[in-house]
């Protein structure tokens, strides 16, 4: 599995004067630099996309054929396009394995979970001779087994998209329908949004832009339609919040405290990393003193949450009065 970030095209602009402290988590984002692998992309960890589900056809003698991506969004649930609603014989798709670093191999099997498809439900006004609401959801026969390889994602409901850059995720053959994304950190955790679903193009060549179905318009059918088949969601099961919050426990730490990653095991230094580490301040604290040089005390500090604002306890606010 691989992620590629696609093009460098350009978003809406957040504007220069903030109201409020709301878009903290986007105006701040971290995007990943890519590596190696593919094109343009780099070999994703292990857990790393733990939403990631490829979606396959069971051929006659009984091999998989993968030929689609998917996004796991609930236990029994994946996101993926319309135009993955049957392959080149009309056949449907049977089963959609998760978990598994790479689907050409054995690597990653421990933690692959493979089930089969009960249901495939397209967007009503889909049609197969165009390109438009190319979405559609897979009803598993069974819930997933959720473990730190195996996590739902969660959908940017905004219409408003200010991200400028965003990872596709895929194998690299057969990648439509998969997410593209980004990851919002909160507390030492990151959170993947799905912000589009792969349709058509060719998001790993460096010549032809890959096209995305943004998520947030079909929105309200996807909640509407996991809600006929039984699914217990209702309008705030993907609020940003609300979904943050869901699995935080099993998501990736964000790499500005992990000091070391093992396989899926990963080595964290919370504490140095937010407060005072060997190279110094981290980017978003400010220590606090005087004009005239002297410090409150050692244990003086603030977060910057602003351009021009720090926040801080009110013992550090005054020196002698």
Known sequence: MTDVAPHRGESLLMPDERTSLDDCHVRFYKFYQSGQGGIGGRPARLNEFAHMGAIGWIQPDGEVAWKCGGSLIWDNFVLTAAHCAVDERNFRPDVVRFGDLNIFSAEGDETAQQIKIAEVIRHPEHRFSANYHDV?????????TINKAVVPACLWPHQEV?????????????????????????????????????????PCSPD??????????YLDWIVATMKESGAPVDEQTFNTTTCAHRYVKLRDYYDAIVTKRNGSRSEIDAFQQHLITRQGLPPFVAKLGWGNGTEANDNCYGVIVDEDTVLTVADCTELKG
């Open 208 to 217: 032809s832009p890959g096209v995305y179905t943004r998520v947030a318009p």
């Open 162 to 202: 200010r991200f400028k850059r965003m990872h596709a995720v895929g194998w690299g053959q057969g990648d439509s329908g998969g997410p593209l994304q980004v990851k919002l950190m909160h507390n030492i955790r990151e959170t993947p949004f799905i912000v589009g679903v792969t349709s058509f193009g060719l």
């Open 136 to 144: 559609a959801l897979l009803r598993l026969e069974r819930n997933v």
